[in-house]
Structures are given as structure tokens and as C-alpha cells.
């Protein structure tokens, strides 16, 4: 397919903004002091990428000492130090703050709104979730001291104690760890109460929760979630520092303190987590499938209803992470079961995803493959998951490379994909520029093709006993050659996303014009310039049904006609 | 300019968005509740764990006088909440300084209270896990009625200079209900430190 | 592409059943829990695997059947905007499975952790540290560590094994895939898993929970032995500590030397708890916890420096001359 754009009946075209003359440090002072959402949103995105690169540059090193049996690329230090830098990083600083741009940079825009509830808390969240990762990478540094060697944490992402205690861990590395994430979680809280406060409270006229677009529901539901879910872990970081710091006995064992209510709190943090994570890729599936499918979304109540039902069940399963903590078999049955409920409304949204493609007319631009891919992805990801959720098979499983596998099915296979979906479906909207298709097809195929590599292979590691965090492995394992694949696959990877640095960049200068409506598409950010004037609408907009464009452009027959 | 008047039909019935001061508020407290239940999670696990003395049983006295401050308190600034909406300023600046002073009072009960566990019963944080958890979670408390103390002094500097008229109501009952929240977890850590854990 | 990863699967996991291909498969037991997990995977495979066919074959049929013959196409397909009845359905027939799949792992989680604990059976505390594992056997008396015996169990008359699992320090896990899933040791508590290992022979596991530095290097080895040669390493094990006096000098710099405060060699002066017994010292194959061939010439440079096998364990390179290395070496070669 050739690079091509996507016209749009001319009732909608409007000219674009002019650009003011500034200089270069007049803009750059323009965009630190600045509250608009939507420049808020794009520092987000940029932010998140520039770790994408970091964590992932931190996984290829990883990778390479993994490459053969008894391999001395890494000590074993720093070994620890990478993954779990590079799981920390990739969560906190490339999930979370990439979903919460999308966010912020779209809410606004699909709802109709001028901008976010609290422009102001929204730059001070923006900055602290920056300063935490700065904190975090300062370790490096920092954490024996200036004067001495640095040591970013090693504890894994985890962070599991008593390893944590002091007696375990000497030096800040752990503190900087705390620190750092406690430091980004209260950006995340603000982030969230604003999400909350905008789709409450600043929709236009006409715009009723139901006709909400889904991208608006799903955030809204992920940030009520994050409420709930970030403050434990920001609670039991406190704990942690009151150990490290005051001498308290949370978690010393020595003292009667237990290791195993560090898990509890941790993953009744965590396991939100992850669902907080894929949220938000779900909400950008249910903006570009549709569109590309060129139908309505199949079953929208349901599909609100699913996210709910998603967000609550997944507050009562966190312990299918300790199934070898031993636990009684009363709990591990229970645990194993609420677990496999999630899967029921995941399944729904599946489904409808695919009953909305039935029937349709798919274009496979470079969004969509990546939706697609998705699709796939996570179904399979979702199944290993409920292999997982089965306790006994869990028992072997438990941190081994299966897991790994599982979880990066998830975090790569669906967020990460959704995310490359994501920037080159909006990318023409926040820059007046079309990504490449060209090299978007590159991207997207050899992203594919090394995802592949790495992560289906990882699965058999798993199955052949290779435990996670471990820095090397013994030649008599019969681990090489599939640890060799799945580090050629990771290279692949790393190919693809260097095509997609160069995509961004060049397409910012020399891309096509993008036009307002490059993807003949129905939210109301489509019927704004490309990209939108600082005020979004000169008028605020009024709708009738959930897909306001589409009711401009086919008025012989309009969605309002069959929206209850 | 960018601008297209979307579908000018007949614009529906018009949306009645509560305020996102409030939605804002109400969140923040669900968030902060969430810290709460953890520590006071942590509290209840460890009740009787502690490998060595002084046990609550041994140390703890009840604070009724400072917990009928707190509470009352919610009263004042609710009184206060409605004199501003009706325009009493003067009512207002009456309620909300007493609100104000038995915040104080009872921080004092609380710093006294905290005086006599660690000079005369040798409690500390690294005593034991009572010491630990007890600090912790009663010091979470104390921390929130802190920050709630200075919004509302800054209110009640405003109020003296002038500055806070009937049209901030809203602000003002949105900052009331996070005094409130102080109150009603109070009534929680009350429970779970003076009564269960003793 | 994902049919091709479920054919890929299959013959894997076929070539895997068949030929294990590396010595801990979880796809090999020899235990009765470690197969009773077998025949559940196997059980769970089947089903997910089903439901993978069928929703991959949905979404591929969709993704080939629907595609536009031109990226853009004047007209818009029909537009629907929902089905409660299909919607039912596929809320259904989901629950209906997890209903099926929990009845069925309900029954193996309670078959396993429930499993009545026959009178014959062995008891071994198991005690976790950074990086090495300590045995105990209350009822025969024995501390040794990092190479676990246990008796062959037979089903008609079963000498199954008993760990309890705890930790000196942080948290660890037991796993030895081909025995029986992985329990964790953690400090502060006592973990129990059982393993009735029907086939002798040595089995390979490492510990699967991070836990330092060196966790890599934690590994386990457990030698399933028949009567008769679990009655002769009792035996063995019964013997006290070695007073060879040909090795005096060594066994001098050892207990002049800060060895005796981190290890035991019972008989003798030293009973450091710290590191690994080392009464029976060369009963074991290995050194360090699998980290290295237990022979003279590792030994020597494991004293010199233990970092050589294993950076970061906890061990201290003592600074000893090259001649108390030589008398060292000489009197542990003599700890059988
Ligand atoms: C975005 C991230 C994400 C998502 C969405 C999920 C989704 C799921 N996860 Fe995963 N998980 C992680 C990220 C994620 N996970 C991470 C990071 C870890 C490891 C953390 C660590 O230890 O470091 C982990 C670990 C993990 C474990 C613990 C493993 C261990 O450490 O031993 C378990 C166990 O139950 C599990 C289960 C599940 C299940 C059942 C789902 C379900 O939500 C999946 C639901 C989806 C489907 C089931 C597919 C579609 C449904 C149908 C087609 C309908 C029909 C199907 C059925 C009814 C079965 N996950
Ligand atoms: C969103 C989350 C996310 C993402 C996207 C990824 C992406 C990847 N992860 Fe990660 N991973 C985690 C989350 C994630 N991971 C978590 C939570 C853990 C657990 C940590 C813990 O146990 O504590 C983990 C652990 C983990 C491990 C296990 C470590 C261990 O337990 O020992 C491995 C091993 O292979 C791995 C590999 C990879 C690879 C190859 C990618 C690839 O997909 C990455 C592809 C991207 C790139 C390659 C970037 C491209 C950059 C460049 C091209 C720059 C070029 C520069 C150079 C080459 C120097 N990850
Ligand atoms: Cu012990 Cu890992
Ligand atoms: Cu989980």
C-alpha cells in the first residue's frame, strides 16, 4: 500500500493553524511552563519513548548475557540490576505514563472539552512522574554515594523483602527504588482524579456517559482503578522506608515481622497493575479496529460493562502470584478460581472485537496490523494466563521463564503493540503529519517477526525449568540454543523500534500532510485541525450519538436512530 | 479558525455535570483511603506479634478528651460550611476558627500522648512491631490532620483579610470534605488502636 | 502465524513428552505430585488449546474474509451495533469452561497439599541461605548440606519424603520439576511439600525465587537412592568427623584460620553455623552448591577465592599463603 491519505467529505476541512514565530528557547519555555493537555500529552508520550529505548536497550544487554551458558557480558550485579531496572522502568516509566499521555492528550478532545479539569495539577503531575524517573536513573549514580561506585536497584521489580532490609541490601539502591516510585505514583494519583474529574465533568452538550467514546470509558474506569491500586503501593513503599530508615520491623523477620504481607501488599498493588496497563491498550483498540472495520463497535454496553466487571474482579485475585508461598488449598482453590473469572469479560471483549471486524471492511493500514496483531497476541497471552491461574500447574511454572513469556505476551504482545497502533493513528492528529506507511509496514513486521522469536520461545524455557533473574545457567541444562533464538529475537525487536524512531523523526519534518480526518474516522478529535488549536473547538460541540462524525457524514442515516 | 459547529440539531437535554472540585475531592479521598487500609491492614495483622514488650495493653490510655475534639470538629466546620453559603461571614470565621483550634487541640493530645509513650514507657518506632505499626498508622493521621490544619489556616487568613466571599462556597465545602475524611478515619484508627489492639 | 505457533506447540511439546530434552522437564516426573500436575497439564492444554483454535480461527477468518479490496472504498458496510443473544453466548460458554477447568484443579490442589502424610514417611527440614541449602534429618540425626538423599518410594508401599522449608535469611523456593512443583522458603515460617520419587537416580532443580546475587548459582541436586544406598549414606553420615592426624596441619589452619566460626565438622572445634557443614564434605559432588566439580583442584581455588565460581557469595577469600592452601585442601579431601 502506497503512502496514501485518507480524504474526508470536504464539509470538514478547515485551515491550519498558523505557527507563530518563536525561538527556540521561547518554545522550549513555552512547553516546561505550559497546561495544556495536549502539549502535557505529547511530553508524556515522548518521555515514555525515550525509556522505551533506556528499558529496552537494558533488555538486549540482558539478552546478550543470556546468549550461551556461563556468558560474562554482565556480572552478576549488574545483571540484577538490569532486569530489575528494566522491569521498574518498563512499567512505571514506559506503561503507565504512555497510557496516561494517550489520555491526556485525547480526553479532552473526544469529549469536547476545552481541556482537563485541573490544567495545573496536570503540568504538576506531569513533572513529578519526570522527577521520579530521573530519581530512579540517578541511582545509578547516586546510590553508594557520589563518591563511590553507583548501584541502581537489584531487588527485581518485586522488590520482594526481607531482601529489601537493610541487612540485605546496604547502600540506597532499594531507597532510590522507593523513592522514585512513590515520587511518580502521586503523579499518577493526580493524573487519575483529574482523568476522573474530566470525563465527569467537563463533557459537552449532548455527550451522556453512553455516548461516550470507549477510549473515554476505559481511562475513566483504569484511573478509578489506579486510585485504588497505585496508593498501596505508595503505602507499603512507606512502610519500607520506615524500616529502612527508622528501624521499624515491618518486614524484618527477625523481629516477628512478616516477608509475606510484603507480597500481599505488593500485589494487591500489582495485579491491578497489569490491568491498569492493558486498559488503556483495550481503549485504543476500541477507537482503531471500528474505524478500520468501518462499523460501529459490536455490543459498546457490553463492552463498558466488561471493563467494569474487569476492574472489579481483578481487586480479588492478586494472590495467584504467591501460589507457592503456601498458601492453605482452600486459598489456592479460591484464588485459582477468581483468577479464572477474569477471563469471562476479557473473553467478551474479544469477541466483540472480533464481531466487529465481521462483516466489515478491514483496511490494513499500519494502526490496524498492529491492532490485529494484538488480537492475536493477547488471546494467546490471556490463555497461557488461565494455564497460570491454575495453582498446581503454577507451582511448576511459577518463575520460570514461562512466566516471563506470559507476562511480556501481555506487556509487549498487547500494550506495546497497541501503543505503536496508537501513535501511528494519532501521530497525524498531534503533528498535521502522517507516519510513513512505508516504514511503518517495516516497524510492524519485523516487530512481529522478533516478537515472535523471542517470546514463543521463552515458553518452552519455561517448561524446561529455566527460572526468571537468573544471570547465567549451567551448559548441561540444554538451554542454549533456545536462549540463543530468543536474544536474536530480541535484536529484531530492537531493529524494528530503531525503523520507528527514524518513522517519528522523519515523518515530523517531511511526512504527508495529514489533513483533519486522515482516517475517515468518527470522534469528535477528528472534527479539530490536525494538529488542534489551543482552545480544541472554537465553538463546543454538541452530539447526538456516539459517533458524532458519523452522523455528519452520513445523514440519511445516523447513529442517534439507533441508540436507545 | 478551526471550527465546525458539530451537528446543530436540537442540543439535548442539557448535562447536569456535578462539580469536578468535588469529584476531585472525593477521589483524592478514595485514593488516600486505599493508604489507609493498607496501614491499618498492617496494624491488625500485627496485633500481638511483637516478639518483646511494652504491649498496648501496658502503655495505651484511651484518648477520649482528644478524640471528642476531633469529632466534634467536623460539627464546627459543617456550621461553618452553611453560615458561608447563607453569607454569614462573621458566623463562618467564628465556626471555622473553632474548628481550627480543637484541630490543634487534639494534635497536642496526640504529640503529648507520644511524649509519654517515648520519654516515660520507652516506646519507639524500633522498639518493636507494636512501636512500628503504632507510629506509623496514628502518625499517617496525624500527618493528614497536619496538612488539613494548614488549608485551613490559609482559608482562615484569607477570611481575615477579606478575601473569601459567599461565591467560594463550593471550594470551601470541597476543603470541608476532606476535614471530614480526617474525622471519619480517625474513627477507624480509634477502633482498631484504643479498642481492638488493646 | 498463531496457527503456526499452536503446530509449533504441539510438536514441541510431543518432542518433549517423548525425549525430554533437558534434565528438568517439567514434562518427566517422577513423583506422584509432579505427575499428578503432568496429567492436569496435559488436561488444560487440551482445553485452552481448543479454545485457541477456535477464537484464532474466528479472528483469522474475519481478518481474510472481511479485508477491503481497495484501502478506501466509497461505501460503508452495514452497520451493527450489537446481539444480546450472541453476547449471552459468549458469556456462557466461558463460564462454563472455568467451571470445568477449576472442578478440575480443585481436585489436584487438594489431592497434592491435602494428601494424607503416610506413617513411614521421611522427615527433612530444609533450610534456605544465601546461596546454599542446609539438611536436616531430625529423626536420623544428620545436618548436611546442598546435596539432598532420599529414599526411592515404592506405590504399594510408599517411603515418601516430607520437607519442611524454612529460611535463614531471605526468601527462597525449592523446585526439583521432575519431584514436584516449587515451594518457597521464607523466614519467619515453615513451608511443607512432599515428593515420593519413584525412579533413583540424581535430580537437577535450582532455587526459583530471587534471592541475591548469586541466585543463579543456588542449585539443587537430589539423589534418589534405593534402600540399600540410602542405608549406607546414613551410615556414613553417622560417622563422626575425620581426626587423621596426617592432615593435622590442616585441620590446625582451620581452626586457627576464622573457618570454624561459619562451619561445623562435627568432632572437632569447629561449629560455625554460617556456612555449610562440612563433616561429610566429600560425600558431596559438587561444591558451592553446584557451583563447581568437587574436586581438589576447585577446592583449592574456591579457598583461594570463591568469587572465581561464584561472585558475591558470602563466603570470604581468606588471604591464606599458598601453603596453607595446600594443607587446607589436604585435610577437607579427608572429610568423606
Ligand atoms: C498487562 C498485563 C497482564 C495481563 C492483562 C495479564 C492477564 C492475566 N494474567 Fe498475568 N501477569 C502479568 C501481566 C498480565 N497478566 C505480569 C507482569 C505477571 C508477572 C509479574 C511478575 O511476577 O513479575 C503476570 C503473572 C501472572 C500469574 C502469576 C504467575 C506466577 O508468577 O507464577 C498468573 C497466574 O494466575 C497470571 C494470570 C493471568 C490471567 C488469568 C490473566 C487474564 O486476565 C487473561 C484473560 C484473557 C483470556 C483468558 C483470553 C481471552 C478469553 C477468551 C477467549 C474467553 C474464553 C476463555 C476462558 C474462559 C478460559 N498472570
Ligand atoms: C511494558 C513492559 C515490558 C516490555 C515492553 C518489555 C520488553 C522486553 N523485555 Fe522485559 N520485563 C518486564 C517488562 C517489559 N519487558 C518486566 C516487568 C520484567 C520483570 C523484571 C523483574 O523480574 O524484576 C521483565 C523481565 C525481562 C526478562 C527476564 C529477566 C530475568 O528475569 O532474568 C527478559 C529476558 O529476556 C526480558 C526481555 C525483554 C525484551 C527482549 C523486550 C523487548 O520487547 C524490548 C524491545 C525494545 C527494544 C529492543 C528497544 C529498542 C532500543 C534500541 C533499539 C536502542 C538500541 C540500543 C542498543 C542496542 C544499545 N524482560
Ligand atoms: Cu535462593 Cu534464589
Ligand atoms: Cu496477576
Known amino acids: ?564 | ?198 | 502465524m498463531g496457527i503456526g505457533f499452536l503446530l509449533w506447540t504441539r510438536a514441541c511439546f510431543a518432542a518433549d513428552t517423548v525425549r525430554p530434552s533437558s534434565p528438568i522437564n517439567i514434562f518427566a516426573p517422577a513423583s506422584t505430585p509432579a505427575s499428578e500436575i503432568y496429567h492436569l497439564t496435559l488436561f488444560v492444554f487440551a482445553i485452552t488449546g481448543a479454545m485457541f483454535v477456535v477464537v484464532a480461527g474466528l479472528l483469522c477468518f474475519a481478518v481474510f474474509r472481511f479485508r477491503a479490496r481497495k484501502l478506501y472504498e466509497a461505501s460503508e458496510p452495514p452497520q451493527i451495533y450489537g446481539s444480546n443473544q450472541i453476547e449471552l453466548a459468549w458469556t456462557v460458554i466461558p463460564v462454563l469452561t472455568v467451571v470445568v477447568l477449576f472442578l478440575a484443579t480443585a481436585r489436584v490442589i487438594f489431592a497434592i497439599q491435602d494428601a494424607p502424610k503416610p506413617p513411614a514417611a521421611l522427615d527433612v527440614t530444609v533450610i534456605g541461605h544465601q546461596f546454599w541449602w542446609e539438611y536436616r534429618y531430625p529423626s536420623l540425626g544428620i545436618v548436611t548440606a546442598n546435596e539432598l538423599h532420599v529414599p526411592l518410594s515404592h506405590l504399594n508401599h510408599p517411603t515418601s519424603t516430607y520437607l519442611r522449608l524454612t529460611s535463614a535469611d531471605v526468601d527462597h523456593s525449592f523446585w526439583v520439576p521432575q519431584l514436584a512443583g516449587k515451594t518457597d522458603l521464607i523466614p519467619n515460617r515453615v513451608n511443607e511439600m512432599w515428593i515420593d520419587p519413584q525412579r533413583p537416580g540424581l535430580y537437577l532443580g535450582q532455587c526459583a525465587q530471587f534471592c541475591g546475587v548469586e541466585h543463579a548459582k543456588m542449585l539443587l541436586r537430589v539423589y534418589v537412592d534405593t534402600p540399600e544406598q540410602f542405608t549406607a549414606w546414613v551410615k556414613d553420615q553417622h560417622r563422626p568427623g575425620n581426626q587423621d592426624p596426617s592432615v593435622a596441619a590442616g585441620r590446625r589452619v582451620f581452626e586457627t584460620q576464622a573457618c570454624m566460626n561459619c562451619h561445623t565438622v562435627t568432632g572437632t572445634a569447629a561449629t560455625g553455623r554460617f556456612g555449610p557443614d562440612l563433616t561429610h564434605f566429600m560425600s558431596r559432588s559438587t561444591l558451592a552448591a553446584g557451583a563447581a566439580v568437587n574436586n581438589a583442584a576447585n577446592i583449592r581455588e574456591w579457598l583461594k577465592s570463591p568469587d572465581h565460581f561464584k561472585q558475591g557469595s558470602l563466603m570470604p577469600a581468606m588471604q591464606l599463603s599458598d601453603q596453607q592452601l595446600d594443607e587446607l585442601v589436604a585435610y577437607l579431601s579427608t572429610l568423606h
Open chain 1, 1 to 564: 500500500m502506497a503512502d496514501q491519505v485518507l480524504t474526508i467529505p470536504d464539509s470538514l476541512s478547515v485551515s491550519p493553524p498558523q505557527i507563530a514565530d518563536e525561538t527556540f528557547l521561547e518554545r522550549l519555555h513555552g512547553w516546561v511552563v505550559t497546561v495544556d493537555h495536549k502539549k502535557l500529552g505529547i511530553l508524556y508520550v515522548l518521555y515514555s519513548v525515550f525509556f522505551l529505548f533506556v528499558a529496552g536497550a537494558e533488555a538486549l544487554c540482558i539478552r546478550i548475557q543470556l546468549l550461551r551458558a556461563h556468558n560474562h557480558f554482565l556480572s552478576a550485579a549488574v545483571f540484577n540490576r538490569f532486569f530489575t531496572m528494566h522491569g521498574t522502568t518498563m512499567v512505571f516509566l514506559v506503561g503507565m505514563p504512555i497510557l496516561f499521555g494517550f489520555a491526556n492528550y485525547l480526553i479532552p478532545l473526544m469529549i469536547g472539552a476545552r481541556d482537563m479539569a485541573f490544567p495545573r495539577l496536570n503540568a504538576f503531575s506531569f513533572w513529578l512522574t519526570a522527577f521520579g524517573g530521573l530519581l530512579l536513573y540517578f541511582s545509578f549514580i547516586g546510590g553508594f554515594g557520589l563518591y563511590g561506585v553507583g548501584s541502581a536497584p537489584d531487588v527485581g521489580w518485586f522488590a520482594y523483602a526481607p531482601l529489601t532490609a537493610r541487612a540485605f541490601s546496604p547502600g540506597h539502591s532499594t531507597d532510590y527504588w522507593a523513592l522514585a516510585l512513590i515520587v511518580s505514583g502521586f503523579g499518577t494519583l493526580g493524573t487519575a482524579i483529574n482523568i476522573i474529574a474530566t470525563v465527569l465533568s467537563m463533557r459537552c452538550r449532548g455527550m451522556t456517559l453512553w455516548r461516550m467514546p470507549l477510549f473515554a470509558w476505559l481511562m475513566f474506569v483504569v484511573s478509578g482503578l489506579t486510585l485504588i491500586t497505585i496508593t498501596p503501593l505508595t503505602a507499603a513503599q512507606i512502610m519500607l522506608l520506615i524500616d529502612r530508615y527508622l528501624g521499624g520491623h515491618f518486614f524484618d523477620t527477625q523481629a516477628g515481622g512478616s516477608a509475606v504481607v510484603w507480597m500481599h501488599f505488593f500485589w494487591i498493588f500489582g495485579h491491578p497493575e497489569v490491568y491498569v496497563l492493558v486498559m488503556p491498550a483495550f481503549a485504543i483498540a476500541n477507537e482503531i479496529i471500528p474505524v478500520f472495520s468501518r462499523k460501529a463497535i459490536f455490543g459498546y454496553p457490553a463492552m463498558v460493562a466488561a471493563s467494569a466487571a474487569i476492574a472489579f474482579v481483578s481487586l480479588g485475585v492478586w494472590a495467584h502470584h504467591m501460589f507457592t508461598v503456601g498458601m492453605t488449598s482452600v486459598s489456592n482453590a479460591f484464588f485459582t478460581l477468581s483468577t479464572m473469572l477474569v477471563g469471562v469479560p476479557t473473553g467478551i471483549k474479544i469477541f466483540n472485537w472480533v464481531a466487529t471486524m465481521w462483516g466489515g471492511r478491514i483496511r490494513f493500514a499500519t494502526p490496524m496490523l498492529f491492532c490485529i496483531g494484538f488480537l492475536f497476541q493477547f488471546l494467546l497471552a490471556g490463555l497461557t494466563g488461565i494455564m497460570l491461574s491454575v495453582s498446581p500447574l503454577d507451582w511448576q511454572l511459577h518463575n520460570s521463564y514461562f512466566v516471563i513469556a506470559h507476562f511480556h505476551y501481555v506487556l509487549v504482545g498487547a500494550i506495546v503493540f497497541n501503543i505503536f497502533a496508537a501513535i501511528y493513528y494519532w501521530y497525524p492528529k498531534a503533528t498535521g503529519r502522517m507516519l510513513s506507511e512505508r516504514l511503518g509496514k517495516w516497524h510492524f513486521w519485523l516487530f512481529l517477526i522478533g516478537f515472535h522469536i523471542t517470546f514463543d520461545t521463552m515458553h518452552f524455557l519455561g517448561f524446561m525449568g529455566m527460572p526468571r533473574s537468573i544471570y547465567t545457567f549451567e551448559p548441561d541444562r540444554g538451554w542454549d540454543r533456545l536462549n540463543m533464538i530468543v536474544s536474536i529475537g530480541g535484536f529484531i525487536q530492537g531493529v524494528a523500534v530503531l525503523i520507528f524512531a527514524v518513522n517519528l523523526v522523519w515523518s515530523y519534518y517531511r511526512g504527508q500532510p495529514a489533513g483533519d480526518d486522515p482516517w475517515d474516522a468518527w470522534t469528535l478529535e477528528w472534527a479539530t485541525a490536525s494538529p488542534p488549536p489551543e482552545y480544541n473547538f472554537a465553538t463546543e460541540p454538541v452530539v447526538r450519538s456516539r459517533r458524532p462524525l458519523w452522523d455528519l457524514k452520513h445523514p440519511e442515516d445516523p447513529d442517534w436512530r439507533y441508540e436507545q
Open chain 2, 1 to 198: 479558525m478551526s471550527t465546525i459547529s458539530l451537528v446543530p440539531l436540537t442540543p439535548d437535554q442539557p448535562l447536569d455535570l456535578p462539580s469536578r472540585g468535588r469529584v476531585g475531592m472525593l477521589s483524592l479521598i478514595i485514593g488516600e483511603s486505599a493508604i489507609f487500609t493498607i496501614f491499618v491492614v498492617a496494624y491488625v495483622f500485627y496485633i500481638g506479634k511483637s516478639l518483646y514488650g511494652p504491649t498496648p495493653a501496658q502503655v495505651l490510655e484511651v484518648p477520649i478528651f482528644n478524640t471528642v475534639c476531633l469529632l466534634s470538629s467536623s460539627f464546627f466546620i459543617w456550621l461553618a460550611e452553611g453560615s458561608i453559603e447563607k453569607n454569614r461571614m462573621r458566623r463562618f470565621l467564628l465556626w471555622w476558627s473553632t474548628t481550627i483550634c480543637l484541630g490543634i487541640v487534639f494534635l497536642v493530645g496526640t504529640a503529648r500522648e507520644w511524649l509519654k509513650l517515648i520519654y516515660h514507657d520507652g516506646l519507639t518506632i524500633r522498639t518493636n512491631l507494636f512501636g512500628t505499626t503504632f507510629y506509623s498508622l496514628v502518625g499517617l493521621h496525624a500527618t493528614h490532620v497536619v496538612v488539613g490544619l494548614l488549608m485551613l489556616l490559609l482559608v482562615l487568613v484569607f477570611t481575615l483579610t477579606g478575601h473569601v466571599k459567599e461565591s467560594h462556597t463550593e471550594r470551601i465545602q470541597v476543603l470541608a470534605l476532606y476535614w471530614h475524611f480526617v474525622d471519619a478515619v480517625w474513627v477507624v484508627v480509634f477502633t482498631v488502636v484504643y479498642i481492638i489492639g488493646r
